[in-house]
């Protein structure tokens, strides 16, 4: 396929666009993820620790009855799912089970989160959870009372981040789509401006052979395509002149053979008669 000028500067202007755009978009992508996912974990250790200090206020927590009730009021009120761990790893109470099921669950000491956890610092583990089915991001702390050490996690789903992540995505789909067109649209405009200011200058250099300085045009900008016109014109000058001097060189030959009366044969540097 034959391309003219305008359609290898659109397809041109197209390839470095879609360049830029995928690598600028991927480049965006990760940085929005990852301050997404910064932003999720700093709102998790916030809720990780009032849920602490919460657990800190209440009187009795040693058994699971106490332990669960704490933990659904507090999951409800951060919309989180909240786990309490005592000091040997059992649960005493998770806001999205009941206390028959908490009662059976495993322990919980060696969770990874838990062992990260470290004082005032908290530990995080992304996995999957057998007991909801689904992948998790959780954020342990330890906590100390006079009944008893131990554990509060919080946790959220990371199908909620991946949706985050996913309308990120289409957002910045949606972006490079319009910069796309936008940018299309443009370099349609100036290849269109410049195809026109071509073809003049075509037509220009066309016409140097026959009164090439009657079609002269004046330069309409100072740019390069000014100067390019500049220099056609006065090539066109040249040649002109060239022309004119030629001619009348030819004249006054012409008239210097006609006016002779002896005969003027002409040779070449063999010697023969041209």
Not at 24 to 39: A, D, H, I, P, T
Not at 129 to 155: F, H, I, K, N, P
Not at 197 to 215: C, G, P
Request: aromatic share 4%; net charge negative.
């Amino acid at each position: 396929m034959n391309l003219g000028f305008r359609g290898r500067l659109i397809l041109g202007t197209s390839v470095a666009v879609l360049s830029v755009l995928f690598a600028s978009g991927v480049w965006l992508q990760q940085q929005l993820e990852k301050r997404l996912e910064r932003g999720i974990e700093s709102k998790l250790v916030e809720h990780v620790r009032a849920v602490r200090e919460l657990v800190y206020s209440e009187q009795q927590l040693v058994e699971i009855s106490q332990g669960d009730a704490l933990a659904d009021r507090i999951g409800g009120a951060l919309s989180v799912r909240v786990t309490i761990i005592g000091d040997d790893g059992a649960v005493l109470g998770d806001s999205k089970l009941t206390p028959n099921q908490v009662a059976v669950l495993e322990n919980h000491g060696s969770r990874p989160e838990c062992l990260a956890a470290r004082d005032s610092d908290p530990g995080i583990s992304r996995r999957y959870s057998a007991t909801l089915e689904t992948d998790m991001l959780y954020m342990a702390l330890r906590y100390q009372r006079a009944d008893g050490d131990g554990w509060v996690r919080v946790a959220m789903p990371l199908q909620e981040l991946h949706e985050l992540e996913a309308q990120v995505q289409s957002l910045l789909l949606v972006a490079a789509f319009l910069a796309l067109v936008l940018a299309l649209l443009l370099s349609s405009f100036a290849s269109q401006v410049i195809s026109r200011r071509l073809q003049r200058l075509v037509n220009n250099v066309r016409t140097l052979s026959s009164r090439a300085i009657e079609s002269r045009t004046v330069p309409d900008t100072r740019d390069e395509f000014g100067l390019l016109v500049q220099s056609i014109d006065r090539m066109s000058e040249d040649l002109e002149l060239v022309v004119k001097t030629l001619a009348q060189e030819r004249d006054q030959f012409g008239a210097v053979l006609q006016g002779m009366q002896e005969a003027v044969i002409a040779f070449d540097r063999s010697l023969s008669i041209t």
